[in-house]
């Protein structure tokens, strides 16, 4: 499991003093460089080269490049090229990297509220609901108190809404909620606490390493992502069971980060190319997880023998009941998981109200085109 550090003050120092060097090392950056040639910058991803993910750190650091003219150039390497996946945000922060690509709730140890960004069921929101909190209902602004508040010399654009994540990959089907009772099992962020809460042994690791603690019998079972990942990182050679649909990961997103000195150091109109391409490369990801996700839904199925189940809904309540019991006892801790989640709650309440009223269900359409008693439209 992921440690939390000692104290608040601690955390500070430590990224402070790197802030410090990184500061050093980029003062006047732009203008030196400028004349000699494209602004570079290093990166680092939190996910193997062959993951998706990866390629959609790629895909980000295309646009920009593209959009800049080749001004500034971003090169992106994958997780542990430079320092480990759960390392990411203290190497961007002491300039180590640049730049880098994950999702938040890997820096859970740092900040435990940093897992409202996609760690549970996001109050009834999807992860594009939550994105839309985040840049209109004041999340902007609680992230940048947050990394303020653990001295990270960071800009953060959160980004790329992702589906609704499987409960995971099993021996078994799992088909209540006391199944998870001695399990060994992989997660991250609060997901930590829930699965700790429905008597999992809880093990906290980053993508590239799952599928190797599972054929080692470290890990009985597992969650990482989506079909396209799970199928790429070799998921289906050591589970043919997977449990679809889950509350522990419901609303999640990920992450664009840079180190603060570098960016602010950069041209406004680079600064300016670098957020509109966040959104541009968000919802570009969106389009292919749709496209790559449901071939690899099917693959699985067709070629590797997979089988899928829905995750039983005694089990996703339950999930649900400690998910607020871990909320309540964090907030009592952590005055900022308070306002962050009070916040998340007072968005949620009159987005998916107005959701639940507006949108049709595609339930119908599905089987009217698709079910069992479906004639052909054309």
């Known amino acids: 499991m992921i440690q939390k550090t000692d104290s608040k003050s601690a955390t500070r120092r430590k990224f402070l003093g790197g802030a410090a060097v990184a500061g050093v090392a980029t003062i006047a950056g732009p203008a030196v460089v400028k004349a000699q040639g494209p602004i570079t910058m290093r990166w680092q991803s939190?996910?193997?080269?062959?993951?998706i993910f990866h390629e959609y750190a790629l895909d980000y650091a295309k646009k920009v490049n593209d959009m800049t003219g080749g001004d500034?150039?971003?090169?992106?390497?994958?997780a542990g090229?430079?320092?480990p996946a759960f390392g990411l945000l203290e190497a961007?922060?002491?300039?180590?990297?640049?730049?880098?690509?994950?999702?938040l709730v890997y820096h859970y140890g740092k900040q435990t509220a940093l897992a409202l960004w996609g760690s549970g069921p996001g109050y009834a929101m999807d992860a594009n609901m939550l994105l839309a909190w985040h840049k209109y209902g004041g999340g902007k602004e609680l992230l940048e108190k947050l990394y303020k508040s653990i001295g990270a010399n960071v800009v953060s654009f959160p980004y790329g809404p992702m589906p609704t994540q499987p409960l995971g990959w099993f021996k078994k089907p799992v088909t209540k909620a006391d199944d998870m009772k001695g399990v060994k099992f992989r997660t991250v962020g609060i997901s930590i606490d829930v699965f700790t809460g429905m008597g999992a042994a809880v093990n906290a690791l980053p993508g590239g390493e799952i599928v190797s603690a599972m054929d080692r019998g470290l890990l009985d079972a597992a969650e990482f992502n989506n079909a396209t990942?799970?199928?790429?990182?070799?998921?289906?050679?050591?589970?043919?069971v997977c449990m679809l649909q889950s509350y522990h990961q419901n609303a999640e997103q990920f992450e664009i980060m840079f180190n603060k000195t570098k960016f602010d150091a950069l041209p406004e109109k680079m600064r300016a190319i670098i957020a509109n391409a966040v959104e541009a490369a968000g919802q570009d990801m969106s389009w292919k997880a749709i496209d790559r996700y449901s071939k690899d839904y099917i693959e699985l199925q067709t070629k590797d023998?997979?089988?899928?189940?829905?995750?039983?809904?005694?089990?996703?309540?339950?999930?649900l009941e400690i998910y607020d019991e871990v909320v309540k006892k964090k907030a009592a801790e952590n005055p900022l998981f308070k306002e962050i989640a009070e916040s998340q709650l007072a968005f949620a309440k009159r987005a998916t109200q107005w959701e639940q009223d507006t949108v049709v269900s595609r339930k119908m359409a599905f089987d009217h085109y698709f079910g069992p008693n479906a004639k052909k439209p054309i």
């Open 46 to 51: 939190t996910w193997p080269s062959k993951d």
């Open 305 to 319: 023998k997979v089988k899928f189940y829905k995750t039983p809904d005694a089990l996703l309540k339950r999930q």
């Open 72 to 78: 500034l150039k971003i090169e992106v390497l994958p």
């Open 92 to 103: 961007v922060s002491k300039g180590t990297l640049d730049g880098g690509h994950g999702v």
């Open 229 to 240: 990942s799970d199928r790429l990182l070799g998921f289906a050679d050591v589970s043919k």
């Open 81 to 83: 090229a430079v320092v």
